[in-house]
């Protein structure tokens, strides 16, 4: 395959140039509150801080020092002030280049898709000023980049990235390991310490009970956002007597209508709907992103609907 082709695969040059678009992405002050992607976030504290968020009635557990007595003793129950600072974390990202992602029918490539949404929340990133870290695994192995501030730094983020992104293609004698998503949350379990905000991107494939354990275990102590990548034909096949689809190297066809088209159709939903209920029972932000809309536009708009 032509890998100048940026629809299939993502050069540095590609990366970079998105610079200028994650200057689009842009948060308030305000809205730092509610959004996830600040690297220095504004977050509610049970204590004194920078600046005065709210007033609200005692919780248990809440810090008896921020009791206001005044308004205690006038309305006859227990309020506490919230404040809020400015805090500082590292951020990490979870690029998912496997086989599975090397996949298209419309737009680009879902790993093309993939890198280009990491650029632009690096860059929004170190924009900001905060540190930067990546694990870029594929089917194999691993790639585990400390988290650091500075656009070289992000540089040698988006080298790990393209390099296994050019690994993808038909001649790929990849050994297609099932565990390697469990794999690279355990290892990212391992770097991110506390207080940090893990971004995965992929498309989830092979997400089982263990994978949710592991990021269950990672979202105690950190904040933890998911980026669902779909292509049109994975939500629903098209109504056609024969389809052929093709790795590249082989091909196969075979009737998409009738019960073949119902059995996809089911065993789609079942994934996305067991996606989003783990999203929400662990209080995650699920974002779906799609390969042919810009992907700038779908994260502006996914923070904007967040936000609202």
């Known amino acids: 395959m032509d890998k100048s082709d940026s629809d299939i695969y993502v050069s540095i040059e590609q990366l970079r140039k998105l610079q200028y678009q994650a200057v689009g992405v842009n948060f308030s002050p305000r809205q730092a ?3 996830v992607l600040n690297g220095r976030y504004s977050s509610k504290l049970r204590g004194r801080g920078l600046n005065f968020e709210e007033l609200r009635h005692y919780r248990p557990g809440d810090d008896i020092r921020c009791m206001d007595w005044k308004v205690t003793k006038r309305t006859g129950k227990p309020h506490i002030k919230v404040y809020t600072e400015e805090r500082e974390r590292n951020v990490y990202l979870i690029v998912d280049q496997r086989a599975a992602m090397f996949f298209g029918s419309k737009g680009k490539m879902k790993s093309v898709i993939c890198a280009e949404l990491a650029a632009l929340i690096g860059w929004r990133i170190v924009g900001a000023g905060d540190r930067i870290g990546a694990l870029v695994f594929n089917d194999d192995s691993a790639s585990v980049i400390p ?42 379990a391992q770097v991110c310490g506390h207080d940090s905000l893990i971004i995965y991107i992929g498309d989830g494939n092979g997400w089982n009970d263990k994978t949710t354990h592991l990021m269950k275990n990672i979202r105690r ?27 590249g190297k082989l091909q196969i066809q075979f009737d998409a209508l009738g019960k073949t088209q119902q059995q996809y159709q089911q065993q789609i939903e079942s994934k996305l709907t067991l996606y989003a209920q783990t999203a929400r029972k662990y209080r995650v932000p699920l974002l779906t992103i799609n390969t042919v809309d810009p992907v700038s536009t779908q994260l502006i708009n996914a923070f904007r609907r967040g936000s609202e």
């Open 221 to 247: 102590h950190n904040e933890v956002i998911a980026c669902n990548i779909i292509d049109a034909l994975e939500q629903k096949l098209p109504s056609m007597a024969q389809m052929v689809v093709s790795d």
């Open 147 to 188: 988290a650091k501030r500075g656009g070289q730094h992000l540089a040698q983020i988006f080298k790990s990235i393209v390099k296994q992104n050019h690994q993808l293609g038909a001649s790929n004698n990849s050994t297609h390991a099932s565990d390697s998503l469990n794999q690279s949350w355990h290892k990212t």
């Open 33 to 35: 509150v509610n959004s």
